[in-house]
C-alpha cells in the first residue's frame, strides 16, 4: 500500500498552485491594463530622504517603495547556543535604513564602526528577526531566492581560504585561464559579458595562479557582477584596483543606478572621485546609524568639490574619536593599549612548529618579543 509522503504532497501543492498560475495568466491576458508604466515611474522617483518611519506595506502588484529596508535592528554575534550572549551589548543598535531604488549609498565610519557585519546582514548572511531587514519588499534572510536568482548580490572580502599547517589567508588560486570561470556562470547575455570584462580590463587568458593582487579582485568583481542584480553589496572592494580601474568600475555602477534603478551600498575608505558617484551618504559608529541623508544636503559636501569628501569624513570621525573619549573619561575609564599574549597550547597558527617562547628562567616571559604577533607564552 502507498502512502503519499511530504514530497508528494509537495508535489500536488505545486501542480495545484501552476494550475491556479496558469488561469490568473489566462484571465489578466484578456485585460486591457498595464502595471509597466508604474513599475517605471516608481523606479524613476528620485532618492528620498532617510525617513523615521517604517516602510510603508506595499500593494499587490505594486513595485516596493525601498530598495533597502532596515527597521529598528538591534542584532549581536549569538554564543554557541544561537542566542545573544547574556550582558553583552547589541553589535547593532536601533538601526533605521531606507534606500530608494537607484540609491547609491557610501556606508562610512571607522574601523570596527560594524559596516561590514551591516552588509552582512543586509546580504542575508546573518539571522535576524522577521520584518527587520527587506529587500525590495522581500526578506534578506529568509527569502533565499534573493541570492539564489541573484537579484540581491554581495561582493566583499578576499578570495583567501584556510589550509591546515599551511596558514590562514591562503590564496584561492588554481592552473586555469579567468575565461573558465567568468564564462561557466549561467543566464548571463553575452553582450552584459562582454562589457563587464572590458570595463575592469580582464584578459581572459590569465592565469588564476599568476595573477597579482589587482588582477584577481578584477575578476572576482566581474564574477560577482554578471548576473544583473537590484541590490549591489559592496565591502572595500577596490583597495587592490589602481586609479583607471576604479574610475571605469565607478562609472559602470553609476550608470547601472540610473539605467537599472539599482540599489548600491559601498563600504570604503578610498574617496577618489566618489563625490560624483555617491547619491546618499550614511555614516556609522558604534553601531549606530549617524544619518542617512542626500549629498547635496550635507555640509561640504553640496559643492561636490574634489577631495570635500575626504576632508568632510575626516571631520566626523575625529569629532566621534573625541566624543567616544569623553564618554570614557566621565567614566573615569583610561584607554589603554595593552599587548595581550595568545594562548593556544603552544603551537602557531597553521604551522607544525611550536611558538613557545621562555625568559631568562624557565617559564618566565620575555620582554624582548612581546610585541611579536608569533609569541605564545605559557601562564
Not at 522577521?130 to 533565499?144: M, Q, S
Not at 553640496?302 to 575626516?314: K, M, Y
Request: glycine share 10%.
Amino acid at each position: 500500500m502507498e502512502t503519499a509522503g511530504p514530497f508528494a504532497a509537495l508535489a500536488a501543492q505545486q501542480k495545484r498552485a501552476k494550475t491556479t498560475e496558469d488561469d490568473d495568466a489566462s484571465a489578466a491576458a484578456e485585460c486591457d491594463v498595464s502595471i509597466a508604466p508604474a513599475v517605471a515611474n516608481a523606479a524613476a522617483k528620485p532618492s528620498s530622504p532617510l525617513p523615521s518611519a517604517s516602510p510603508a506595506s506595499t500593494a499587490p502588484g505594486a513595485a516596493p517603495r525601498w530598495g533597502v529596508a532596515v527597521n529598528d535592528l538591534d542584532w549581536s554575534y549569538p554564543g554557541i547556543d544561537g542566542q545573544p550572549v547574556a550582558g553583552q551589548p547589541p553589535l547593532i543598535k536601533n538601526f533605521n535604513l531606507k534606500l530608494a531604488p537607484g540609491s547609491c549609498c557610501l556606508l562610512l565610519g571607522a574601523n570596527g564602526a560594524g559596516k561590514t557585519t551591516l552588509l552582512k546582514i543586509l546580504g542575508g548572511k546573518h539571522m535576524v528577526p522577521k520584518e527587520k531587514v527587506l529587500i525590495h519588499g522581500r526578506e534578506a534572510f529568509y527569502d533565499t531566492g534573493l541570492t539564489t536568482s541573484g537579484q540581491l548580490s554581495y561582493i566583499g572580502g578576499d578570495w583567501q581560504r584556510d589550509v591546515a599547517f599551511a596558514g590562514y589567508g591562503v590564496t584561492l588560486a588554481g592552473d586555469f585561464p579567468a575565461s573558465k570561470m567568468l564564462n561557466s556562470i549561467p543566464g548571463v547575455d553575452e553582450a552584459r559579458r562582454k562589457k563587464i570584462i572590458e570595463v575592469l580590463d580582464i584578459d581572459p587568458t590569465w592565469r588564476m595562479h599568476q595573477v597579482s593582487d589587482g588582477q584577481r579582485r578584477r575578476v572576482q568583481l566581474a564574477y560577482g557582477l554578471m548576473i544583473p542584480y537590484s541590490v549591489l553589496l559592496l565591502d572595500e572592494i577596490t583597495v587592490d584596483l589602481d586609479v583607471l580601474g576604479r574610475a571605469d568600475l565607478m562609472a559602470f555602477l553609476r550608470q547601472e543606478c540610473m539605467e537599472r534603478s539599482v540599489t548600491i551600498v559601498y563600504a570604503t575608505h578610498i574617496f577618489d572621485g566618489l563625490e560624483q558617484f555617491a547619491s546618499h551618504v550614511a555614516f556609522v559608529a558604534g553601531g549606530e546609524l549617524r544619518f542617512c541623508e542626500p549629498i547635496e544636503k550635507i555640509d561640504g559636501l553640496r559643492d561636490l568639490e574634489p577631495g570635500a569628501l575626504l576632508s568632510t569624513v575626516e571631520g566626523w570621525l575625529r569629532k566621534e574619536a573625541e566624543i567616544k573619549r569623553e564618554a570614557l573619561a566621565k567614566k573615569g575609564i583610561v584607554p589603554k593599549k595593552v599587548f595581550e599574549y595568545v594562548r593556544n597550547s603552544g603551537w602557531g597558527s597553521g604551522r607544525t612548529a611550536s611558538t613557545v617562547s621562555f625568559g631568562p628562567e624557565l617559564g618566565m616571559k620575555h620582554e624582548g618579543i612581546k610585541g611579536s604577533s608569533n609569541a605564545v607564552m605559557r601562564g
